[in-house]
């Protein structure tokens, strides 16, 4: 039996860098894929000399994230890839990137646009009608602003105190009107004091944001007797940049999916 061909690599790369030089910052969020092929024969007998390590692909992204500007996803690809062919037994090398947009709410706060839903549920009975109206998936992130310390520590504790840092989630909120309410233009005056909070607070938690999201949507519309609101940590955490000699200011990071803590609360009048 011989080996006709072959490829390997290291598969969605999630690279977040955040540049703060102006007062917009500038956000640029990534998914990587790095593929090689070439003479890797060998390693499927079992000698690893030839092959480069998929760890090593993804730690060469962030360092190079690091150390050159991304203005356009091409040009970076193209970097690791003229780095990577150089490396022996390297005949071919693939870097695929999907980019993640954001459209720009304040300097540092933005919303991801596409995935947004507007939700109703109307519930009739005998004696009247009730309107739940809300939204789903509205994807925000600010780059500053946001603080998690404090909390208690004990032995398995590892999460560090932090007074800077991403703070990104998937809003879904639920508002339910007063009986006999018919104006639903509302939703535009709610959810712009969601996303307007949202930006502009100064955050110690996500539980401090969710309860002024909270109390401004409900200044929005007198006509609103409570909202719930379900706020994911999606988390993004700063890489270690250091075994490379390099430093990272709040600059590099990797995007996370799974786990992610959840938040979840209702306030009424």
């Known amino acids: 039996m011989t ?5 390997y690599g290291k598969a969605r790369v999630r690279l977040v860098k955040v540049l703060k030089a102006r007062p917009a910052h500038e956000l640029v969020d990534l998914t990587i894929d790095v593929q090689l092929e070439g003479g890797f024969g060998p390693v499927y007998d079992g000698d ?7 760890d090593t692909m993804k730690n060469t992204v962030y360092a190079f994230a ?47 646009p596409g995935g947004e839903q507007w939700t109703s549920v ?9 309107v739940v109206s809300g939204l789903a998936n509205l994807v925000v992130l600010k780059t500053t602003d946001s603080a998690f310390s404090g909390y208690p520590r004990d032995e398995y504790t590892t999460l560090p105190y932090t007074e800077d840092r991403i703070f990104a989630t998937a809003v879904t909120a639920s508002w339910t009107y007063r009986s006999g309410f018919t104006a639903f233009a509302a939703r535009s005056a709610i959810r712009a004091a969601l996303v307007e909070t949202f930006a502009a607070h100064q955050s110690r938690s996500v539980q401090h944001t969710m309860k002024a999201m909270g109390e401004a949507a409900l200044r929005a519309s007198s006509d609103i007797t409570g909202i719930t609101l379900t706020m994911p940590n999606r988390h993004h955490l700063l890489v270690d940049l250091q075994p490379f000699g390099l430093d990272n200011p709040n600059e590099v990071f990797v995007a996370t999916d799974q786990p992610y803590g959840l938040i979840e609360g209702t306030f009424r009048r």
Do not use: M, Y
């Open 3 to 7: 080996l006709s061909w072959n490829r």
């Open 48 to 54: 690893n000399t030839l092959c480069v390590a998929t």
């Open 66 to 112: 690091r150390l050159f500007p991304i203005d356009h996803a091409e040009a970076f690809a193209s970097r690791l890839a003229d780095h990577f062919i150089d490396k022996t037994a390297v005949s071919k090398v693939r870097v695929s990137t999907s980019e993640h947009p954001w459209t720009r709410l304040a300097d540092h706060a933005f919303v991801q």
């Open 122 to 130: 109307v519930t009739r009975e005998a004696v009247g009608t009730t």
